[in-house]
């Protein structure tokens, strides 16, 4: 399995950015797919995620009204649309994959930076 996180770049406060994640080497039709991010210094946390299947949704409350993740099932790639960035948001951004029945996510991509200037 490969996922081909892209999309980050330095942008000014306010502005947006759409993440990418290309998914490939098996098929996800029982997987959840998310967005992670870590910050210098700081622990990777849980951004938002989407089943790949039925296309449900769940977002960090620091991130509601702000990020909308959504798949193209027919590229097997996954979005991030994020607006009105803040400074805060600034990480590298990853994308993952886990199985539905699972808790936690097996595949991980290697990660795309956001910067973002006050």
């Known amino acids: 399995v490969q996922l081909q996180a892209s999309g980050g770049g330095l942008v000014q406060a306010g502005g947006s950015l759409r993440l990418s994640c290309a998914a490939s080497g098996r098929t996800f039709s029982n997987f959840r797919m998310g967005w992670f991010r870590q910050a210098p210094g700081k622990e990777r946390e849980f951004v938002a995620r989407?089943?790949?299947?039925?296309?449900?949704?769940a977002y960090a409350d620091s991130v509601k009204g702000r990020f909308t993740i959504s798949r193209d099932i027919t590229k097997n790639t996954v979005y991030l649309q994020m607006n009105s960035l803040k400074p805060d948001d600034t990480a590298v951004y990853y994308c993952?994959?886990?199985?539905?029945?699972?808790?936690?996510?097996?595949?991980w991509g290697q990660g795309t930076l956001v910067t973002v200037s006050s």
């Open positions: 989407i089943t790949w299947s039925g296309g449900n949704t």
């Open positions: 993952a994959a886990g199985r539905i029945s699972y808790s936690w996510y097996e595949f």
